[in-house]
């Protein structure tokens, strides 16, 4: 009776400690670099000027040249636009030396998450070893296999076709990264797509500058006031092949006009329409609770709905920490808005459902539940006090209590 009773204790508690002294060892109170890695203006204008060579170019084979300072500020560019974070790439021969930093939300194990690894071309092939998360250091065996699960199971494997389609020869030296490459067979379609993408997001841009124009000052402008009637238009453009893209569209261009310059952090495009007038966007007589909403929703059809959580929670605890305080409501705004992304994009079917519904909306009801309610302005202290961590059972509890309202709108039960 007794060994059974050790059997159970260990199969129970054995993989919570498990997880614990992983994640002690994995994480770190001090970043292995300095925080953020931060770029003059002559920088930023060279990054930007990398990527504008990089779009122009046409289907002839093409060469670009990255010193080892070109190359970390390119990567370092583009990552601290979603993350706190610094990454240092050294080049050598054949290999790339990679040793990064990266801010993690308020968790009770550490706030850095601490990485270094080796990456070697090889005929025509990429190795990676060495791979350390803090004091944990990987087997080179093992490492392969990460690489891999990283690029099959994230955003990442998009990324990778479309530079496996598009590179055609690398050579890494001390001093140099050189890059052949040439836009191609489906690269050629890709952008294609893009253009045409543009041509639909310049489309429905135009819409929301008619219903500004339209708007009366004399009240607010309520978000469904510019959902509904672009879903309505998506219905009639779309079919059930076409659906997801333009409901993609649709809400990259009212989170454009919500979120202004804040979405150019996200999203690549750069035309916009100038609107005469322009009028905040509310949910519930709050303009940021819109905000939150549209940038998640952004977010997750993009492929990004966790990270869409982390910068809700992360934006929440550096609030409470200096700030208006921690709000349940802006994170149910999140919350709202990654479900309806969700929607909008999980297949075709989901998504032409979700625009004969918004199409005949009354209000913002419809997507967002009632949160007024809930606690805000929750400053450090208390919120430590009366919920710990975002880990805790007291915390999980008010998250589930969001979803619920959420889901208990017939247009989430699709």
């Known amino acids: 009776m007794l060994m059974s009773l050790r059997v159970i204790f260990f199969c129970f508690y054995a993989p919570i400690i498990i997880c614990s002294v992983v994640l002690l060892l994995s994480f770190a109170n ?10 003059d203006a002559k920088e930023v204008k060279q990054v930007k000027a990398i990527f504008h060579h990089l779009r122009s170019s046409d289907d002839k084979l093409k060469t670009l040249a990255l010193t080892q300072k070109n190359l970390n500020n390119l990567l370092n560019y583009f990552l601290n636009r979603y993350f706190e974070s610094a990454i240092q790439v050294t080049l050598a021969q054949n290999s790339l030396y990679f040793k990064a930093a990266l801010r993690l939300p308020e968790n009770n194990f550490g706030a850095y998450l601490n990485l270094k690894f080796k990456l070697v071309h090889d005929d025509n092939l990429f190795h990676i070893q060495s791979l350390q998360f803090g004091r944990i250091v990987i087997a080179d ?41 040439r836009f191609e067979s489906q690269s050629n379609q890709q952008t294609t797509l893009l253009t045409a993408d543009q041509q ?18 004399a009240w607010r402008l309520s978000l469904a006031q510019l959902l509904q009637p672009l879903f309505e238009v998506a219905f009639q453009r779309s079919t059930l092949e076409t659906a997801i893209n333009e409901n993609k569209i649709v809400i990259i261009a009212v989170s454009r006009y919500v ?73 149910a705004g999140d919350r709202a808005g990654i479900r309806f992304g969700k929607m909008a994009t999980a297949s075709p079917e989901s998504a ?58 017939p247009i989430y039960q699709l």
């Open 30 to 39: 001090r970043p292995a670099l300095s925080v953020p890695y931060t770029l």
């Open 141 to 181: 065996e093992f490492s392969e296999l990460f690489l891999k699960l990283i690029i099959n199971y994230s955003p990442l494997k998009d990324v990778y076709l479309m530079v496996k389609d598009t590179l055609r020869s690398i050579a890494i030296k001390p001093d140099n990264l050189t890059l052949g490459y």
């Open 200 to 217: 639909t997001l310049w489309f429905y841009q135009q819409k929301i500058a008619q219903i500004i124009d339209k708007h009366d000052p």
């Open 259 to 331: 979120n202004k310059s804040e979405l150019q952090r996200y999203w690549p495009f750069h035309n916009s329409v100038n609107n005469k007038r322009q009028y905040a966007a509310f949910l519930y007589k709050r303009m940021d609770m819109a905000q939150h909403f549209m940038t998640s929703a952004l977010l997750t059809t993009m492929g990004s709905g966790a990270l869409a959580i982390m910068l809700g929670q992360e934006k929440e605890l550096r609030d409470a920490k200096q700030g208006s305080g921690f709000s349940f409501i802006d994170l």
């Open 352 to 409: 032409r459902r979700l625009q004969k519904v918004m199409a005949k909306i009354e209000d913002y009801r419809a997507f967002m539940p009632e949160v007024r309610d809930l606690p805000e302005n929750i400053s450090d202290k208390i919120f430590k006090d009366k919920f710990g961590s975002i880990y805790s059972p007291a915390y999980q509890e008010m998250l589930k209590k969001i979803d619920m309202r959420i889901a208990a709108l």
